[in-house]
């Protein structure tokens, strides 16, 4: 029975246990460059700096997941099973958590980082497709924005804790009759070990493999760049998949520039904070009614006024002098955000074929993964031409996702309102 949202009980189950997984997960942006820097790692760096090595182990999980995602979510569809490849995610992502406990030297880290960007591959596609496999094509919006909200608390929450965590430590117990002392580091860990085992539970629990039939290998879609029906120029598909990264690389941009954006503006390192968690604040808000609200009115405008409204929210952190204005410009990119990819998912999941949800919408996931780790890497190396030319370049980029939308995709499914009204 559905809620009143018209959102599946086992999208919102889906949606806890991706929330306690991403607490976990993203304490390590936290934890890890602190841990990196603190005296409990050492040996060769393989000739980087710790702040450029630090960058490299923090960028290798979007790097190393997001070209799988295609081939993991091409395999869900031909076994017609979700669940599996969830679990098998989850148990690789909680055994690196716990083995961070036991390592000494840089390249167990960046081997670590490796196997958890695996356990992503494994995870991202395949949720999202149990998403669109379990909802309907009028509510499909709305269980998409609802997954993604959870999904972000996580996202949000896990490095405010984990800051607290390792400033709390070290830690003394009692175990068994035994004093054991605990660092905060290990505390950590322990808890990223702990969230994704929460998140196994769950998912074992109160998760079932929707009823699709397998797709067969001679039966699945390959991968398109160029439109085969004729209409358009490009494939509808890969269209979104573009706009996804050209947004993701927009609003990761932010990410590395801490130090130059807190000197920038004269301000601490909690209002740093504070800018970066607006644009997660924004998404956390808006995902669901956003999401809700294209089933009503059609995916193509909020995707089209999102990439629009990219531009200049992108474009003013390069120029903003004030702090305030600068976590509004964060929180309306957040906004922006929210207009963009849970539509475009939603979108995506109306194009696809039954059966073959993970091979399509891993296209988009695959497409946000990479750009959430090029946007750093490319804001770090541009910033030395100018503070603005990054986010010229992220404005750009979102001027161009906007005239794709336009020119080169459709509304599939009937939107909510248009029936009514036809009716």
């Given amino acids: 029975m559905r809620n009143p949202l018209g959102v599946d009980p086992q999208v919102l189950a889906l949606a806890l246990a991706r929330m306690a997984e991403s607490v976990g997960n993203s304490f390590l942006i936290v934890v890890l460059p602190l841990f990196i820097a ?25 790097f190393v997941n997001s070209p799988l995602q295609p081939f993991t979510g091409r395999l869900s569809d031909r076994t017609g099973r979700r669940k599996i490849f969830v679990l098998i995610g989850l ?33 991202i596609p395949t949720t999202v497709a149990l998403v669109n496999d379990l909802a309907a094509e009028g509510n ?16 949000g929450a896990g490095p405010i804790a984990a800051g607290v965590v390792v400033d709390a430590g070290p830690y003394d117990l009692a175990v068994a ?11 950590a860990f322990y808890l990223a070990t702990l969230t994704a085992t929460l998140s196994f539970v ?22 398109a760049v160029f439109d085969r029906s004729g209409r358009h120029l490009l494939d509808p598909v890969f269209t979104l998949g573009v706009v996804s990264f050209f947004m993701a690389v927009g609003i990761a941009l932010f990410a590395t520039l801490g130090e130059i ?3 920038r503006l004269d301000q601490g390192p909690q209002m740093f904070g504070l800018q970066f968690a607006a644009f997660v604040l924004a998404q956390i808000l808006l ?10 009115y059609g995916r193509k405008a909020f995707i089209v006024a999102g990439t629009v409204l990219l531009i200049p929210t992108t474009l003013a952190q390069g120029f903003i002098l004030d702090p305030w204005l600068m976590f509004l410009a964060r929180f309306a990119q957040g906004v922006a955000g929210a207009m963009v990819f849970a539509p475009a998912l939603a979108l995506a999941g109306d194009i696809a074929s039954e059966g073959q949800s993970g091979s399509t919408l891993s296209i988009l996931t695959m497409a946000f993964g990479f750009g959430v780790a090029v946007g750093p890497l490319l804001s770090g190396f541009l ?39 036809a009716d």
Wanted: negative net charge; aromatic residues 10%.
């Fill in 38 to 62: 603190s005296d409990f790692v050492a040996g060769s760096t393989f000739g980087l700096t710790e702040v450029a090595l630090t960058g490299v182990v923090l960028s290798l999980f979007g």
């Fill in 91 to 123: 148990s690789i992502l909680g055994a690196a958590s716990f083995a961070y406990t036991l390592a000494t030297a840089y390249w167990h880290l960046l081997a670590l980082r490796t196997l958890q960007g695996i356990a992503g591959a494994f995870i």
């Fill in 140 to 155: 499909r919006g709305g269980n998409m924005g609802t997954y993604n909200t959870f999904r972000l608390i996580g996202f």
């Fill in 177 to 187: 009759g035994l004093a054991l002392t605990l660092t905060g580091f290990d505390a």
């Fill in 202 to 223: 769950l998912i074992l629990v109160l998760i079932r493999d929707p009823d699709i039939t397998p797709t067969d290998a001679a039966d699945d879609t390959e991968f």
């Fill in 261 to 263: 954006v807190n000197a």
């Fill in 287 to 296: 995902q669901a009614p956003i999401g809700r609200a294209t089933d009503f």
């Fill in 383 to 421: 910033v030395a031409f100018g503070f603005a030319v990054p986010f010229v370049l992220g404005a750009t980029l979102a001027a161009a996702g906007a005239l794709l939308v336009l020119t080169q995709v459709e509304e599939v499914a009937t939107p909510k309102r248009r029936a009514v009204l």
